[in-house]
């Protein structure tokens, strides 16, 4: 390759496939794995990528961003997964907590009906206890004024 020396930035082309994939892309004499979004990565020893920002054609620059995830990715199905789960989990506790308000609210009217049930059961026991005293004592004064002895009378006996 012949290269002129003038005083203009070489701007980096861009002609990464649109296919879903990471491609081999230079950047100022390092060689980065790039994707269609712009996207740029590392590559480590150990063919695994690392995720150093997006280009940026306008400053030509490298700009630190998140990574993005990628649906497809084995560990963000997985995340993705536990993250319904947890929302049908919150879901489910949702609705026991207001079974459980709605159950509690039953209960107190439960107990509050058991009370004065209590009450009136007290009430009627004690209007009982006094009707019985009554007719004992009436029976008791029947059956003095029955056998009661006329000391004036003479006795059969």
Known sequence: MNYTLTNEKKTPTWDIPDDGMAHPWTYRGVTYAADHERGIWTVRDDNELEWVGVYDPETDTLRKT?????????????????EQQWRDTTDELARTQSQLERTQSRLVHVAFELILAQSEVARLSAEMEHRIRQEVELRIRQEMSQNVVDPLQPSNA
Do not use: A, C, T
């Open 66 to 82: 998140r990574e993005p995830y990628f649906e497809s990715d084995p560990f963000i199905k997985d995340l993705l997964s536990k």
